[in-house]
C-alpha cells in the first residue's frame, strides 16, 4: 500500500503510550492499534484532527505517500 502510517514514530517522538493517544482522542485501543499498523482502509479527518492536536503534529508527519514504483523497485 503506497500510504505509509508513521503513527509509531510521532508517539515514540512524543513518549506517549498508544493507550494515552486512545484516551485523549477518545478512540478505542483496537481501532488505534489498527491505524498504528497500517491495517485502517481510511481514517476521518475528525480522527485524524484529534490525533495532530494530541500529538501537536501535522497530518504529513502521520501520513506518508511512497510511489508503488519505488516499493518495487
Same mark, same amino acid.
Given at each position: 500500500m503506497p500510504i505509509?502510517?508513521?503513527?509509531?514514530v510521532m508517539?515514540?517522538?512524543r513518549k506517549m503510550p498508544l493507550s494515552d493517544l486512545a484516551e485523549k482522542v477518545d478512540i478505542t485501543l483496537p481501532n488505534l &492499534?489498527? @491505524?498504528k499498523t497500517g491495517k485502517a482502509k481510511a481514517v476521518?479527518? &475528525?480522527? @485524524?484532527?484529534?490525533?495532530c492536536e494530541a500529538?501537536?503534529?501535522q497530518p504529513g508527519d502521520i501520513l506518508e505517500f511512497v510511489s508503488e514504483k519505488k516499493i518495487n523497485n
Open positions: 505509509i502510517v508513521n503513527l509509531d508517539l515514540a517522538r &492499534s489498527i @491505524l476521518r479527518f &475528525s480522527t @485524524l484532527e484529534a490525533i500529538l501537536d503534529c
